[in-house]
């Protein structure tokens, strides 16, 4: 089992910026990726970033530029950065951490972004 921990939501008003961490504990393997995922009230759950244990990263067209995904294997913890905050960021975000071991989410922190 591998338990994860988000934390760094809240309220911000638009072009603000927050970070978002997400820490690790329990069975993981070296080799995982995580990940942050968000659902707006009334959409489906959508990606938002994910990078592996090496490093590599991926963003949603929606953020990039904008987000920064990054983590730090020796704490078992990522972040993301959230930079030029709009209103149609406001979401729950969830973390994701996938590994040979399983897919587990986090609970969810909630950002609200107003105009």
């Known amino acids: 089992q591998v338990q994860l921990v988000e934390s760094g939501g809240g309220a911000v008003q638009a072009g603000g910026a927050l970070r978002l961490s997400c820490a690790a504990s329990g069975r993981i393997y070296s080799m995982n990726t995580m990940g942050w995922y968000r659902q707006g009230s009334g959409k489906q759950r959508e990606l938002v970033a994910t990078?592996?244990?090496?490093?590599?990263?991926k963003y949603a067209d929606s953020v990039k530029g904008r987000f920064t995904i990054s983590r730090d294997n020796a704490k078992n913890t990522m972040y993301l950065q959230m930079n030029s905050l709009r209103p149609e960021d406001s979401a729950v975000y969830y973390c994701q951490h996938a590994s040979a071991f399983g897919l587990y989410w986090g609970q969810g922190t909630q950002v609200t972004v107003s105009s």
């Open positions: 990078i592996t244990s090496g490093g590599t990263t």
